[in-house]
């Protein structure tokens, strides 16, 4: 009868505003309701992802988006180079090889960010390569990659395309896709942007464009040049999953009428609400603070198993939280802080993880986390009301 709480990095809760949207009748795709709702979400979406190039919106999920980008960038034979932090970086190269790209990765271990200063090292000993794909955060590790150096260092030592994974950052951390010099930046409906799964995203540079118009790799329903095309006459090559389009209007006005610094902030202090908690309670973090990203916190209990913990919460508290992936699994839970989540979810999230901490270690953990989080709350708030003053 009641809901869960559902904590994990993606599908995020979905806004009731959306939610109605979607409830739309259906229309013709190709009538004009569906070309105006189109062209009205357009000017909505490239602030999202710092860019001032239009953002194509296929209907896939965001392992769709990568393989959008990573077909429409290389082509068989040509040599790429994915920095592999974690599973999603991982299923990054899994894609490249799948279409016969010369993949080298740069594998960096799990909890860990990829550091500028190796990838400099890995691009001049490989002077070939054309692409490197990264994983702005890392969602399987709670890992935020300092995407904007590490495009940098691909600039300054090579002629590389830079294309980046913001599956779980897009909406909730900020992108500066064209000062950070990225050229393609993808990222998918279910986490950040409040929507159901089904719907990615693709911002192109101006550079890649014409990488894209030269490049003969196989491809048709993810030829991101029909969708450019299509997009120029507020259309889609193919039948657009219109109901997610309401949805998304809604969403990304949403996003506009909070403002993108406030969305941001609000990530931020969810994650150190998280981190003070997780710390207070005495359960280790996976990534350091310095790489923590503001949508997802990945913990790595050292005395009680985090797979009994994930399961305690689900049958006992109806606290939602994701186990870990790869050689993880069993080893860390993952909390998901983005989309459609306030401070106050947060709140409510650490006070049943406390209640299931007990319930599984037996230890007086109640109120512990809860405090540090309050606190963390109660300075973000102070701080708020000196600015606004
Ligand atoms: C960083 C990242 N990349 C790619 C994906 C794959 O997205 P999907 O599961 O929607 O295919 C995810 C999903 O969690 C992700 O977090």
């Not at 899994?94 to 190796?118: M, V, Y």
């Not at 090292?121 to 904007?148: A, D, M, R, W």
């Not at 989309?339 to 599984?360: A, H, M, Q, R």
Request: charge should be negative.
């Amino acid at each position: 009868m009641f809901s869960q709480q559902l904590r994990i990095p993606g599908p995020t809760p979905v806004p009731p505003r959306v939610q109605r949207a979607m409830n739309h009748d259906m229309v013709g795709h190709r009538d004009e309701e569906t070309k105006q709702l189109i062209h009205s979400i357009q000017p909505l979406l490239p602030p999202i992802f710092g860019t001032k190039q239009d953002v194509i919106i296929i209907e896939s999920s965001g392992t769709g988006a990568l393989e959008t980008a990573a077909v429409n960038m290389a082509s068989a034979g040509d040599e790429v180079l994915v920095a592999v932090t974690g599973a999603f970086g991982d299923r990054f190269a899994a894609i490249c090889e799948a279409h016969q790209f010369k993949t080298h990765r740069l594998n960096t271990t799990w909890g860990e960010a990829c550091s500028p200063d190796e990838l400099k090292t890995y691009l001049l000993g490989h002077p070939n390569i054309q692409v490197v794909f990264l994983t702005f955060c890392e969602t399987s590790t709670g890992v935020l990659n300092p995407v904007k150096e590490l495009a940098k260092v691909v600039h300054e030592f090579s002629d590389a395309y830079v294309v980046v994974d913001g599956v779980s950052s897009v909406g909730g951390t900020e992108s500066n896709m064209d000062e950070w010099g990225i050229d393609v930046l993808v990222t998918g409906s279910q986490k950040a942007l409040m929507l159901p799964p089904g719907l990615a995203f693709v911002a192109v540079s101006e550079r890649a464009w014409k990488r894209i118009e030269n490049n003969s790799h196989p491809r048709f329903y993810f030829d991101l040049s029909s969708y450019k095309k299509a997009l120029g006459e507020d259309s889609t090559p193919f039948t657009p999953a219109v109901s997610l389009l309401f949805g998304l209007k809604e969403s990304v006005t949403l996003i506009a009428e909070e403002g993108l610094e406030n969305v941001y902030a609000r990530h931020r202090v969810m994650r150190d609400m998280t981190r003070k908690a997780c710390k207070a309670l005495g359960l280790p973090l996976l990534a350091a603070d310095e790489f923590a990203s503001p949508t997802i916190t990945a913990v790595k209990p050292e005395h009680f198993s985090a797979k009994q913990l994930k399961t305690l919460l689900k049958e006992n508290v109806n606290l939602n939280v994701a186990g870990g992936q790869g050689h993880l699994a069993d080893e860390i839970i993952r909390i998901g802080h983005m989309g459609y989540c306030s401070p106050n979810d947060v709140l409510l999230c650490i006070g049943l993880l406390e209640t299931g901490l007990s319930k599984l270690t037996g230890a007086d953990t109640f109120g512990i986390g809860t405090k540090e989080a309050e606190k963390e709350y109660f300075r973000f708030i102070s701080q708020n009301k000196e600015e606004n003053a």
